[in-house]
């Protein structure tokens, strides 16, 4: 694992007991580069619908979150969600591994753009987010220099 993705993956740990920690609990990130994080997570009980897959609501969490962290990982700010465009192509079952790839396509002085696609163990496309940020908020310090 590359330090930019052991920081971030700290940094996330501290999000708190909220929604968000709640949903990173069981997301791990696989790697990380500027502007690109992948992740994975496995579909747990707790994550389903009645249909025995993954809710349509933590789909959208993990667009939020994910691209939100491959911001991060570009320009070590936040911001602040303005728009998410989500689309639902193919359902995840309770159980199986997911993969997420998150990529932050431009950050400007205001805004970011980013984007995000969940697939399954086959590689095929389960889900395609795009998400735009005001990025007003302050510095994010991933503590870079004192990655374990």
Known sequence: MSK?????????????????????????????TPGIVKFKLTVQE????????MHGGLGASLVD????????SKVARWGISTDMQISYLKAAPIGSEIDI?????????????SSCCI???????????QHTKFMGTDLVDLGLDNVD
């Open 101 to 113: 790839v998150a990529t932050c396509e431009r950050a400007g002085k205001t805004l970011a753009f």
């Open 119 to 129: 697939y399954n163990e086959r590689g095929d496309l389960l889900l395609k987010g």
């Open 46 to 53: 707790s994550d389903g619908n009645i249909y025995g897959t």
């Open 4 to 32: 930019l993705a052991q920081a971030l993956s700290k940094h996330i740990r501290k999000m708190g007991s909220g929604y968000s920690a709640k949903t990173m609990s069981h997301l791990q990130i696989e790697d990380a």
């Open 65 to 72: 979150l994910c691209s939100s962290v491959a911001i991060v």
